[in-house]
DNA sequence: AAGTGGTCTAGACCACCGT
DNA sequence: CGGTGGTCTAGACCACTTC
Protein backbone atom coordinates (compact mmCIF):
# COMPACT_ATOMS: atom_id res chain seq x y z
CA UNK A 1 0.00 0.00 0.00
CA UNK A 2 3.02 2.65 -0.13
CA UNK A 3 3.28 2.77 -3.74
CA UNK A 4 1.99 5.68 -5.31
CA UNK A 5 -0.71 4.35 -7.30
CA UNK A 6 -2.84 2.70 -4.65
CA UNK A 7 -2.14 5.67 -1.97
CA UNK A 8 -4.09 7.50 -4.93
CA UNK A 9 -6.77 5.27 -5.76
CA UNK A 10 -7.60 4.90 -1.90
CA UNK A 11 -7.94 8.22 -1.38
CA UNK A 12 -10.56 9.00 -4.58
CA UNK A 13 -12.10 5.87 -3.25
CA UNK A 14 -12.35 7.56 0.05
CA UNK A 15 -13.36 10.60 -0.78
CA UNK A 16 -15.99 8.89 -3.54
CA UNK A 17 -17.86 6.65 -0.17
CA UNK A 18 -18.10 10.06 1.88
CA UNK A 19 -20.12 11.52 -1.01
CA UNK A 20 -17.80 14.35 -2.33
CA UNK A 21 -18.84 14.33 -5.74
CA UNK A 22 -21.89 14.07 -6.85
CA UNK A 23 -23.74 11.67 -9.24
CA UNK A 24 -22.71 12.09 -12.67
CA UNK A 25 -20.85 15.48 -11.93
CA UNK A 26 -17.73 15.65 -13.68
CA UNK A 27 -15.01 14.58 -11.66
CA UNK A 28 -11.43 16.29 -11.88
CA UNK A 29 -9.43 16.06 -14.78
CA UNK A 30 -5.86 13.57 -14.74
CA UNK A 31 -4.42 16.82 -15.36
CA UNK A 32 -6.03 18.59 -11.84
CA UNK A 33 -5.01 15.25 -10.06
CA UNK A 34 -1.66 15.40 -11.42
CA UNK A 35 -1.45 18.47 -9.26
CA UNK A 36 -3.09 17.47 -6.76
CA UNK A 37 -0.97 14.10 -6.03
CA UNK A 38 2.39 15.15 -7.84
CA UNK A 39 2.47 12.41 -9.84
CA UNK A 40 2.96 11.44 -13.14
CA UNK A 41 0.31 11.31 -15.58
CA UNK A 42 0.53 7.27 -15.95
CA UNK A 43 0.19 6.58 -12.40
CA UNK A 44 -3.04 8.74 -11.79
CA UNK A 45 -4.57 6.65 -15.19
CA UNK A 46 -3.16 3.93 -12.60
CA UNK A 47 -5.00 4.77 -9.73
CA UNK A 48 -8.40 5.63 -12.02
CA UNK A 49 -8.01 2.13 -14.11
CA UNK A 50 -8.38 0.67 -10.02
CA UNK A 51 -11.68 2.31 -9.59
CA UNK A 52 -13.14 2.00 -12.66
CA UNK A 53 -12.77 -1.83 -12.31
CA UNK A 54 -13.83 -1.56 -8.99
CA UNK A 55 -17.08 0.22 -10.95
CA UNK A 56 -16.90 3.27 -8.95
CA UNK A 57 -16.09 5.50 -12.16
CA UNK A 58 -15.68 5.40 -15.99
CA UNK A 59 -13.74 8.07 -18.60
CA UNK A 60 -14.72 9.37 -21.88
CA UNK A 61 -12.52 10.33 -24.24
CA UNK A 62 -12.74 13.86 -25.08
CA UNK A 63 -15.61 14.85 -21.86
CA UNK A 64 -14.01 13.73 -18.91
CA UNK A 65 -14.26 11.66 -15.80
CA UNK A 66 -17.77 10.95 -14.12
CA UNK A 67 -19.15 9.13 -11.29
CA UNK A 68 -20.59 5.15 -11.76
CA UNK A 69 -24.01 4.28 -9.48
CA UNK A 70 -21.75 2.17 -8.01
CA UNK A 71 -24.76 0.42 -5.52
CA UNK A 72 -27.89 -0.41 -5.32
CA UNK A 73 -30.50 -0.65 -1.83
CA UNK A 74 -30.69 -3.91 -1.09
CA UNK A 75 -28.17 -5.52 -3.04
CA UNK A 76 -24.23 -6.36 -2.17
CA UNK A 77 -22.12 -5.31 -4.19
CA UNK A 78 -19.22 -8.16 -4.91
CA UNK A 79 -15.50 -6.11 -6.14
CA UNK A 80 -12.68 -7.58 -6.60
CA UNK A 81 -10.48 -9.26 -4.18
CA UNK A 82 -12.38 -7.67 -1.46
CA UNK A 83 -14.01 -9.61 1.76
CA UNK A 84 -17.69 -9.44 2.67
CA UNK A 85 -16.60 -7.77 5.48
CA UNK A 86 -15.34 -4.82 3.75
CA UNK A 87 -18.60 -4.32 1.57
CA UNK A 88 -21.35 -4.70 4.10
CA UNK A 89 -19.13 -2.18 6.70
CA UNK A 90 -22.60 -0.29 7.84
CA UNK A 91 -24.36 -2.86 8.39
CA UNK A 92 -24.88 -4.76 11.10
CA UNK A 93 -22.94 -8.23 10.62
CA UNK A 94 -22.13 -11.71 12.52
CA UNK A 95 -20.82 -14.74 12.26
CA UNK A 96 -21.89 -17.82 14.28
CA UNK A 97 -19.09 -20.68 14.10
CA UNK A 98 -20.81 -23.75 13.36
CA UNK A 99 -17.16 -25.55 13.08
CA UNK A 100 -13.67 -25.02 13.10
CA UNK A 101 -11.10 -27.29 12.69
CA UNK A 102 -7.94 -28.91 11.90
CA UNK A 103 -7.80 -31.77 9.56
CA UNK A 104 -5.72 -33.32 6.88
CA UNK A 105 -6.88 -33.15 3.31
CA UNK A 106 -8.25 -36.12 1.40
CA UNK A 107 -7.99 -37.04 -1.96
CA UNK A 108 -11.01 -34.78 -3.60
CA UNK A 109 -9.77 -32.20 -1.18
CA UNK A 110 -6.31 -31.92 -2.19
CA UNK A 111 -7.00 -31.84 -5.98
CA UNK A 112 -9.41 -28.82 -4.99
CA UNK A 113 -6.42 -27.22 -3.03
CA UNK A 114 -3.83 -28.57 -5.35
CA UNK A 115 -1.76 -29.55 -2.41
CA UNK A 116 -0.80 -32.60 -1.47
CA UNK A 117 -3.29 -35.50 0.38
CA UNK A 118 -2.42 -35.31 3.89
CA UNK A 119 -1.60 -31.69 4.29
CA UNK A 120 -2.92 -30.21 6.92
CA UNK A 121 -5.97 -27.61 6.20
CA UNK A 122 -8.20 -25.54 8.54
CA UNK A 123 -11.79 -26.38 7.82
CA UNK A 124 -14.48 -22.95 8.84
CA UNK A 125 -18.04 -23.20 8.44
CA UNK A 126 -19.89 -20.63 9.65
CA UNK A 127 -23.08 -18.76 9.24
CA UNK A 128 -23.76 -14.95 8.47
CA UNK A 129 -25.89 -12.65 9.83
CA UNK A 130 -26.62 -9.30 8.30
CA UNK A 131 -29.25 -7.35 10.25
CA UNK A 132 -30.24 -10.49 12.36
CA UNK A 133 -30.90 -12.68 9.42
CA UNK A 134 -29.02 -15.44 8.11
CA UNK A 135 -27.38 -14.01 4.71
CA UNK A 136 -24.45 -16.84 3.80
CA UNK A 137 -23.84 -20.49 4.67
CA UNK A 138 -19.66 -20.89 4.22
CA UNK A 139 -17.82 -23.67 4.06
CA UNK A 140 -14.22 -23.17 3.68
CA UNK A 141 -10.67 -24.46 3.63
CA UNK A 142 -7.59 -22.89 4.46
CA UNK A 143 -3.84 -24.42 3.67
CA UNK A 144 -1.85 -23.80 7.23
CA UNK A 145 1.50 -24.13 4.98
CA UNK A 146 -0.24 -20.51 3.57
CA UNK A 147 -2.50 -19.31 6.57
CA UNK A 148 -0.07 -20.83 9.86
CA UNK A 149 -3.12 -19.92 12.49
CA UNK A 150 -6.42 -19.23 12.81
CA UNK A 151 -9.08 -19.24 15.52
CA UNK A 152 -12.58 -18.67 16.52
CA UNK A 153 -11.91 -15.07 17.45
CA UNK A 154 -11.01 -14.47 14.03
CA UNK A 155 -13.46 -16.23 12.02
CA UNK A 156 -15.94 -14.75 14.06
CA UNK A 157 -14.66 -10.97 12.37
CA UNK A 158 -13.12 -10.58 8.93
CA UNK A 159 -10.74 -13.79 8.12
CA UNK A 160 -9.80 -11.36 4.66
CA UNK A 161 -8.50 -8.88 7.05
CA UNK A 162 -6.47 -11.03 8.77
CA UNK A 163 -4.73 -12.29 5.83
CA UNK A 164 -3.93 -9.40 3.76
CA UNK A 165 -3.17 -7.08 6.99
CA UNK A 166 -1.61 -9.49 9.85
CA UNK A 167 0.09 -12.07 7.64
CA UNK A 168 1.07 -9.84 4.72
CA UNK A 169 -0.24 -12.15 2.13
CA UNK A 170 -1.52 -10.89 -1.41
CA UNK A 171 -4.36 -12.39 -2.71
CA UNK A 172 -3.75 -12.48 -6.43
CA UNK A 173 -6.66 -14.11 -7.96
CA UNK A 174 -9.99 -16.18 -8.09
CA UNK A 175 -12.17 -18.72 -9.91
CA UNK A 176 -16.20 -18.33 -8.82
CA UNK A 177 -18.20 -21.00 -10.19
CA UNK A 178 -21.73 -19.52 -9.99
CA UNK A 179 -25.04 -21.74 -9.88
CA UNK A 180 -28.32 -22.55 -8.22
CA UNK A 181 -29.11 -25.54 -6.64
CA UNK A 182 -32.19 -27.15 -3.99
CA UNK A 183 -31.06 -26.88 -0.31
CA UNK A 184 -31.22 -29.76 1.56
CA UNK A 185 -32.86 -30.16 4.74
CA UNK A 186 -30.24 -29.32 6.93
CA UNK A 187 -28.66 -26.68 5.04
CA UNK A 188 -32.01 -24.98 4.72
CA UNK A 189 -32.60 -25.19 8.70
CA UNK A 190 -29.57 -22.69 9.06
CA UNK A 191 -30.88 -20.40 6.40
CA UNK A 192 -34.23 -20.59 7.84
CA UNK A 193 -35.73 -21.51 4.78
CA UNK A 194 -36.77 -25.43 4.11
CA UNK A 195 -35.62 -27.87 1.91
CA UNK A 196 -35.85 -27.85 -1.95
CA UNK A 197 -35.73 -24.14 -1.48
CA UNK A 198 -33.48 -22.37 -4.37
CA UNK A 199 -30.01 -21.20 -3.14
CA UNK A 200 -27.58 -19.28 -4.86
CA UNK A 201 -24.32 -21.39 -4.83
CA UNK A 202 -20.71 -19.72 -5.59
CA UNK A 203 -17.65 -21.94 -5.33
CA UNK A 204 -14.50 -19.92 -4.90
CA UNK A 205 -10.78 -21.23 -5.55
CA UNK A 206 -8.81 -18.30 -4.57
CA UNK A 207 -4.64 -17.91 -5.20
CA UNK A 208 -1.64 -15.97 -3.82
CA UNK A 209 -0.14 -13.28 -6.27
CA UNK A 210 2.34 -16.78 -6.12
CA UNK A 211 -0.31 -18.49 -8.02
CA UNK A 212 -0.66 -20.90 -4.90
CA UNK A 213 -4.11 -22.18 -3.76
CA UNK A 214 -4.70 -20.92 -0.11
CA UNK A 215 -8.60 -20.85 -0.13
CA UNK A 216 -11.83 -22.89 -1.42
CA UNK A 217 -15.13 -22.18 -0.09
CA UNK A 218 -18.43 -23.29 -0.86
CA UNK A 219 -20.85 -20.23 0.08
CA UNK A 220 -24.19 -20.85 -0.19
CA UNK A 221 -26.53 -17.53 -0.14
CA UNK A 222 -30.25 -16.79 1.04
CA UNK A 223 -32.50 -16.71 -2.20
CA UNK A 224 -34.54 -13.67 -1.21
CA UNK A 225 -32.39 -11.70 0.82
CA UNK A 226 -29.06 -12.39 -1.50
CA UNK A 227 -28.65 -9.99 -4.17
CA UNK A 228 -24.69 -9.34 -5.39
CA UNK A 229 -24.22 -7.42 -7.80
CA UNK A 230 -20.90 -7.44 -10.23
CA UNK A 231 -19.91 -4.00 -11.64
CA UNK A 232 -17.61 -4.78 -14.76
CA UNK A 233 -15.77 -3.70 -17.52
CA UNK B 1 -9.08 -2.89 -33.24
CA UNK B 2 -6.27 -1.57 -34.41
CA UNK B 3 -4.23 -0.75 -31.75
CA UNK B 4 -1.30 -2.50 -30.58
CA UNK B 5 -1.93 -3.43 -27.40
CA UNK B 6 -4.84 -5.13 -28.71
CA UNK B 7 -3.27 -6.80 -31.50
CA UNK B 8 -0.88 -7.92 -29.25
CA UNK B 9 -3.24 -9.49 -26.41
CA UNK B 10 -5.92 -11.23 -29.68
CA UNK B 11 -2.25 -12.56 -30.79
CA UNK B 12 -1.66 -14.00 -27.61
CA UNK B 13 -4.88 -15.03 -26.78
CA UNK B 14 -5.18 -17.20 -30.17
CA UNK B 15 -2.20 -18.36 -29.68
CA UNK B 16 -3.31 -19.69 -25.92
CA UNK B 17 -6.67 -20.64 -27.28
CA UNK B 18 -5.23 -23.07 -30.16
CA UNK B 19 -2.98 -24.49 -27.12
CA UNK B 20 0.36 -23.56 -28.30
CA UNK B 21 1.47 -23.28 -24.68
CA UNK B 22 0.98 -25.99 -22.07
CA UNK B 23 -0.78 -26.03 -18.68
CA UNK B 24 1.13 -24.06 -15.90
CA UNK B 25 4.30 -23.85 -18.05
CA UNK B 26 6.19 -20.80 -18.69
CA UNK B 27 5.33 -18.22 -21.04
CA UNK B 28 7.61 -15.83 -22.88
CA UNK B 29 8.92 -13.17 -20.94
CA UNK B 30 8.25 -9.54 -21.08
CA UNK B 31 11.32 -9.20 -22.81
CA UNK B 32 11.02 -11.80 -25.89
CA UNK B 33 7.26 -10.77 -26.16
CA UNK B 34 8.71 -7.25 -26.64
CA UNK B 35 11.26 -8.44 -29.31
CA UNK B 36 8.62 -10.96 -30.79
CA UNK B 37 5.97 -7.53 -31.38
CA UNK B 38 8.25 -4.90 -31.43
CA UNK B 39 6.55 -2.70 -29.10
CA UNK B 40 7.90 -1.24 -25.88
CA UNK B 41 7.28 -2.58 -22.48
CA UNK B 42 3.99 -0.81 -21.79
CA UNK B 43 2.63 -1.73 -24.66
CA UNK B 44 3.04 -5.82 -23.64
CA UNK B 45 2.91 -5.25 -20.37
CA UNK B 46 -1.12 -3.21 -21.25
CA UNK B 47 -1.62 -6.66 -23.27
CA UNK B 48 -0.99 -8.86 -20.39
CA UNK B 49 -3.61 -7.28 -18.05
CA UNK B 50 -6.10 -7.82 -20.61
CA UNK B 51 -5.29 -11.50 -20.65
CA UNK B 52 -4.76 -11.59 -16.97
CA UNK B 53 -7.84 -9.88 -16.82
CA UNK B 54 -9.61 -12.22 -18.94
CA UNK B 55 -7.99 -15.48 -16.65
CA UNK B 56 -6.04 -16.90 -19.45
CA UNK B 57 -2.44 -15.73 -17.36
CA UNK B 58 -0.96 -14.35 -14.16
CA UNK B 59 2.63 -12.92 -13.91
CA UNK B 60 4.67 -13.69 -10.64
CA UNK B 61 7.21 -10.96 -10.15
CA UNK B 62 11.06 -12.12 -10.16
CA UNK B 63 9.45 -15.51 -11.64
CA UNK B 64 7.25 -15.35 -15.06
CA UNK B 65 4.13 -15.34 -16.87
CA UNK B 66 2.52 -18.68 -16.47
CA UNK B 67 -0.64 -19.77 -17.71
CA UNK B 68 -3.96 -20.20 -15.99
CA UNK B 69 -6.66 -22.86 -15.95
CA UNK B 70 -8.98 -21.25 -17.33
CA UNK B 71 -11.69 -23.65 -18.35
CA UNK B 72 -13.73 -26.01 -16.69
CA UNK B 73 -15.58 -28.99 -18.29
CA UNK B 74 -19.55 -28.01 -18.45
CA UNK B 75 -19.38 -24.45 -17.32
CA UNK B 76 -19.56 -21.12 -19.51
CA UNK B 77 -16.59 -18.98 -18.21
CA UNK B 78 -17.83 -15.23 -18.51
CA UNK B 79 -15.24 -12.91 -19.49
CA UNK B 80 -15.65 -9.26 -19.51
CA UNK B 81 -17.74 -7.57 -22.31
CA UNK B 82 -18.40 -10.67 -24.23
CA UNK B 83 -21.58 -12.18 -25.49
CA UNK B 84 -22.58 -15.66 -24.85
CA UNK B 85 -22.01 -16.91 -28.58
CA UNK B 86 -18.41 -16.34 -28.36
CA UNK B 87 -18.29 -18.35 -24.94
CA UNK B 88 -19.62 -21.16 -26.35
CA UNK B 89 -18.41 -21.08 -29.57
CA UNK B 90 -17.71 -24.61 -30.36
CA UNK B 91 -20.81 -25.91 -29.11
CA UNK B 92 -24.24 -26.48 -31.01
CA UNK B 93 -25.78 -22.97 -29.78
CA UNK B 94 -29.22 -21.73 -31.24
CA UNK B 95 -31.96 -19.45 -30.48
CA UNK B 96 -35.47 -19.40 -30.60
CA UNK B 97 -37.40 -16.08 -31.02
CA UNK B 98 -40.26 -15.83 -28.89
CA UNK B 99 -40.98 -12.28 -29.40
CA UNK B 100 -39.10 -9.19 -31.11
CA UNK B 101 -41.14 -6.14 -31.58
CA UNK B 102 -40.74 -2.45 -31.17
CA UNK B 103 -42.17 -0.79 -28.09
CA UNK B 104 -42.70 2.77 -26.55
CA UNK B 105 -40.80 2.97 -22.94
CA UNK B 106 -43.06 3.43 -19.84
CA UNK B 107 -42.09 5.15 -16.81
CA UNK B 108 -40.35 1.91 -15.10
CA UNK B 109 -38.59 0.72 -18.64
CA UNK B 110 -38.07 4.61 -18.50
CA UNK B 111 -35.84 4.24 -15.35
CA UNK B 112 -34.02 1.60 -16.18
CA UNK B 113 -32.87 2.60 -19.54
CA UNK B 114 -32.29 5.61 -18.38
CA UNK B 115 -34.22 7.15 -20.95
CA UNK B 116 -37.35 9.21 -21.84
CA UNK B 117 -40.32 7.20 -21.58
CA UNK B 118 -42.24 7.19 -24.81
CA UNK B 119 -38.59 6.62 -25.92
CA UNK B 120 -38.55 3.77 -28.93
CA UNK B 121 -37.11 0.37 -28.07
CA UNK B 122 -36.59 -2.97 -29.54
CA UNK B 123 -37.80 -5.66 -27.10
CA UNK B 124 -36.82 -9.31 -27.68
CA UNK B 125 -37.72 -12.54 -25.89
CA UNK B 126 -35.35 -15.85 -27.22
CA UNK B 127 -34.55 -18.99 -25.88
CA UNK B 128 -30.97 -20.17 -25.99
CA UNK B 129 -29.82 -23.60 -26.36
CA UNK B 130 -26.63 -25.74 -26.38
CA UNK B 131 -26.62 -28.99 -27.59
CA UNK B 132 -30.18 -29.21 -28.08
CA UNK B 133 -30.93 -28.67 -24.43
CA UNK B 134 -32.31 -25.12 -22.97
CA UNK B 135 -29.62 -23.24 -20.85
CA UNK B 136 -31.34 -19.79 -20.89
CA UNK B 137 -34.54 -17.90 -21.22
CA UNK B 138 -33.81 -14.01 -22.04
CA UNK B 139 -35.79 -11.02 -22.11
CA UNK B 140 -33.75 -8.10 -23.31
CA UNK B 141 -34.40 -4.24 -24.72
CA UNK B 142 -32.53 -2.23 -26.77
CA UNK B 143 -32.31 1.71 -27.32
CA UNK B 144 -33.35 2.26 -30.71
CA UNK B 145 -31.29 5.78 -30.00
CA UNK B 146 -28.61 3.73 -29.80
CA UNK B 147 -29.58 0.06 -31.96
CA UNK B 148 -31.63 1.89 -35.10
CA UNK B 149 -32.27 -1.65 -36.07
CA UNK B 150 -33.05 -5.17 -35.23
CA UNK B 151 -34.13 -8.33 -36.80
CA UNK B 152 -34.95 -12.15 -36.19
CA UNK B 153 -31.55 -13.08 -38.16
CA UNK B 154 -29.79 -10.81 -36.28
CA UNK B 155 -31.11 -12.05 -32.87
CA UNK B 156 -31.16 -15.68 -33.76
CA UNK B 157 -27.58 -15.55 -34.17
CA UNK B 158 -25.22 -13.13 -32.10
CA UNK B 159 -26.52 -9.47 -31.17
CA UNK B 160 -23.03 -8.66 -29.51
CA UNK B 161 -21.35 -9.11 -32.97
CA UNK B 162 -23.83 -7.54 -34.77
CA UNK B 163 -23.50 -4.15 -31.94
CA UNK B 164 -19.82 -3.93 -31.97
CA UNK B 165 -19.15 -5.28 -35.49
CA UNK B 166 -21.24 -3.55 -37.87
CA UNK B 167 -22.89 -0.71 -35.88
CA UNK B 168 -19.27 0.03 -34.90
CA UNK B 169 -20.63 0.13 -31.12
CA UNK B 170 -18.05 -0.05 -28.35
CA UNK B 171 -19.42 -1.41 -24.80
CA UNK B 172 -18.65 0.24 -22.15
CA UNK B 173 -19.00 -1.27 -19.18
CA UNK B 174 -22.17 -3.60 -17.35
CA UNK B 175 -23.99 -3.90 -13.82
CA UNK B 176 -24.86 -7.40 -13.96
CA UNK B 177 -27.25 -8.58 -10.36
CA UNK B 178 -27.35 -11.79 -9.57
CA UNK B 179 -29.68 -13.80 -8.02
CA UNK B 180 -31.64 -16.74 -7.83
CA UNK B 181 -35.47 -17.33 -7.50
CA UNK B 182 -38.73 -20.20 -7.84
CA UNK B 183 -39.65 -20.52 -11.53
CA UNK B 184 -43.20 -19.60 -12.45
CA UNK B 185 -45.32 -21.91 -14.48
CA UNK B 186 -44.77 -20.47 -17.97
CA UNK B 187 -40.69 -19.75 -17.96
CA UNK B 188 -40.55 -23.69 -16.23
CA UNK B 189 -42.18 -24.62 -19.81
CA UNK B 190 -39.55 -22.98 -21.77
CA UNK B 191 -36.85 -24.28 -19.89
CA UNK B 192 -38.55 -27.83 -19.39
CA UNK B 193 -38.49 -27.44 -15.76
CA UNK B 194 -41.58 -27.68 -13.24
CA UNK B 195 -42.67 -23.84 -11.37
CA UNK B 196 -40.85 -23.64 -8.72
CA UNK B 197 -37.76 -25.31 -9.28
CA UNK B 198 -34.95 -22.71 -8.94
CA UNK B 199 -33.14 -20.39 -11.69
CA UNK B 200 -30.52 -18.30 -11.40
CA UNK B 201 -31.37 -14.97 -12.76
CA UNK B 202 -29.20 -11.96 -13.89
CA UNK B 203 -30.04 -8.43 -14.71
CA UNK B 204 -27.80 -6.67 -16.99
CA UNK B 205 -27.80 -2.86 -17.17
CA UNK B 206 -25.60 -2.68 -19.92
CA UNK B 207 -23.60 0.66 -20.88
CA UNK B 208 -21.32 1.92 -23.82
CA UNK B 209 -18.34 3.98 -23.67
CA UNK B 210 -19.82 7.26 -23.48
CA UNK B 211 -21.76 6.39 -20.50
CA UNK B 212 -25.12 6.21 -21.92
CA UNK B 213 -27.55 2.22 -21.22
CA UNK B 214 -28.11 0.98 -24.92
CA UNK B 215 -29.79 -2.52 -23.46
CA UNK B 216 -31.13 -3.59 -19.97
CA UNK B 217 -31.75 -7.64 -19.67
CA UNK B 218 -33.01 -10.33 -17.59
CA UNK B 219 -31.33 -13.63 -17.99
CA UNK B 220 -33.33 -17.01 -16.27
CA UNK B 221 -30.66 -19.68 -16.68
CA UNK B 222 -31.65 -23.43 -16.22
CA UNK B 223 -30.88 -24.56 -12.50
CA UNK B 224 -29.14 -27.61 -13.46
CA UNK B 225 -27.60 -26.99 -16.56
CA UNK B 226 -26.09 -23.51 -16.19
CA UNK B 227 -22.86 -23.14 -14.18
CA UNK B 228 -20.88 -19.76 -14.81
CA UNK B 229 -17.15 -19.71 -14.42
CA UNK B 230 -15.63 -16.24 -13.29
CA UNK B 231 -12.53 -15.73 -13.37
CA UNK B 232 -11.80 -12.91 -11.71
CA UNK B 233 -8.23 -10.40 -10.82
C1' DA C 1 24.48 -12.37 -9.41
C1' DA C 2 21.37 -12.68 -13.10
C1' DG C 3 16.77 -12.76 -14.59
C1' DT C 4 12.12 -11.37 -14.14
C1' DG C 5 8.23 -8.61 -13.24
C1' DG C 6 6.54 -4.04 -10.54
C1' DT C 7 6.60 0.93 -10.24
C1' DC C 8 7.33 5.48 -11.98
C1' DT C 9 8.64 9.30 -14.90
C1' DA C 10 8.58 12.75 -18.87
C1' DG C 11 7.24 13.52 -23.08
C1' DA C 12 5.00 12.90 -27.58
C1' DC C 13 1.22 12.46 -30.59
C1' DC C 14 -3.56 11.03 -31.66
C1' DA C 15 -8.81 10.81 -31.25
C1' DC C 16 -12.77 12.62 -29.65
C1' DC C 17 -15.95 16.10 -27.43
C1' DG C 18 -17.45 20.45 -26.66
C1' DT C 19 -17.98 25.47 -27.92
C1' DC D 1 -10.59 25.53 -31.61
C1' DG D 2 -9.10 24.16 -26.78
C1' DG D 3 -9.72 20.62 -23.52
C1' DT D 4 -9.91 15.97 -22.47
C1' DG D 5 -8.78 11.24 -22.43
C1' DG D 6 -6.30 7.21 -25.37
C1' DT D 7 -2.05 5.27 -27.10
C1' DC D 8 2.85 4.66 -27.21
C1' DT D 9 7.70 5.22 -26.34
C1' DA D 10 12.39 4.98 -23.86
C1' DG D 11 14.47 4.76 -19.91
C1' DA D 12 15.25 4.33 -14.93
C1' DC D 13 15.14 2.04 -10.65
C1' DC D 14 13.14 -1.31 -7.34
C1' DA D 15 11.51 -6.02 -5.49
C1' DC D 16 11.40 -10.62 -5.82
C1' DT D 17 12.79 -15.36 -7.43
C1' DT D 18 16.07 -18.40 -8.90
C1' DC D 19 20.37 -20.47 -9.18
Given amino acids: MTVKYQMVASVLEHDILQGKFQ ?4 LPTEEELMRKFQVSRNTIRRALNILADQGYVYQV ?8 EFSRPGC ?13 AGHDMSSQIIDLS ?12 RCAPGDSLYFIKRLRFVNGEPLVLEEAYYNKKAVPYLNAEIAQ ?10 LKLKVGFADKLIYCDKLSKEDGD ?3 LIEGDP ?8 FLNTG ?13 SAKLLALTF
Fill in 190 to 192: HLK
Fill in 76 to 88: ITIRKMQGLTKEL
Fill in 212 to 224: VVFNVSLEKYHYS
Fill in 102 to 113: LIKANDELAKKM
Fill in 199 to 206: ALIIENTV
Fill in 61 to 68: QGSGLFLR
Fill in 157 to 166: TSIYRYITDD
Fill in 23 to 26: ADEK
